[in-house]
């Protein structure tokens, strides 16, 4: 890896949905750690970007099996001071592999729909976003979907995210859409995974990124990706330095995006 370059690989996300959703909420959290209540209609499309680690010895939660404790390298280890023995530790040595995610956060407005469509070419990775407390914007996902199967690569990972879950924990329950109705359509039509997620409190909103930041890192490591083909969505460190994407309200001034 370069030193110039604190990443690896750089993949181009896209966060489509309807108007509304809470996709710039989530690009927001999830790239400047904070949630603004009032955010201006995204006009064509907005940027952000976030390095992550992927791949051993990162590990998501429950991603790995270690062995049963009879053949476990914790029956040597010393006790700890509770009296269990020490977890597992990676020691393989494994240098730590980083991926920037290149954050397309794009309009939900169907004005602006046969714009932000070209947005969906080369993009490696997307987020599918509705809004838990409107059915209309999970029954519109179909026709999200079948826009980016259209446009993008075959291979792109696409998760499904229920954005808004906070107002589904409150005493005047606002939920249209239930957990089972979402991971059966996601089933059905070949989505990776399904997170519900609140911008406004942080709940899953880096888990949902990571799940396809995960996806990606395991289809670069089985060959799926030309890293020198900027149609794949994926780039080495070589194709843009460590020049940082920020946030912006106006894409025409902006001059983001790196795939």
């Not at 690989?9 to 909420?25: E, N, R």
Request: glycine share 10%; proline share 6%.
């Amino acid at each position: 890896m370069s030193s110039s370059a604190p990443w690896d690989y750089i993949a181009k996300l896209v966060c489509i949905g309807d108007s509304g959703c809470g996709k710039s909420s989530l690009t927001i959290r999830l790239c400047e750690g904070r949630f603004s209540a009032h955010h201006d209609v995204t006009i064509g499309v907005e940027f952000g970007s976030r390095i992550v680690p992927v791949g051993p010895p990162h590990t998501p939660a429950g991603a790995i099996a270690f062995p049963p404790s009879s053949s476990s390298a914790a029956d040597d280890a010393p006790p700890s001071p509770g009296g269990l023995p020490e977890p597992p530790r990676d020691t393989s040595n494994t240098p730590q592999k980083h991926m920037k995610l290149s954050l397309w956060d794009t309009a939900g407005q169907e004005t602006y729909k046969s714009v932000t469509r070209s947005y969906f070419r080369g993009a490696s990775g997307a987020l599918l976003v509705f809004d838990l407390s409107r059915k209309a914007t999970f029954q519109h996902a179909t026709d999200w979907l079948n826009d980016l199967r259209q446009i993008a690569e075959p291979d792109i990972v696409i998760v499904l995210v229920g954005n808004k879950a906070d107002l589904t924990q409150q005493e005047d329950n606002k939920r249209e859409v239930t957990r089972e109705e979402a991971e059966e359509w996601a089933r059905r039509n070949g989505i990776l995974e399904y997170v519900e997620t609140s911008a406004k409190s942080g709940e899953n909103v880096e888990k949902a990124f990571m799940r396809v930041a995960e996806r990606i890192y395991q289809n670069i490591q089985a060959g799926k990706y030309n890293l020198n083909d900027r149609r794949s969505g994926v780039k080495g460190p070589s194709a843009g330095g460590s020049r940082q994407v920020r946030l912006t309200a106006d894409a025409s001034k902006s001059g983001g995006g790196c795939c």
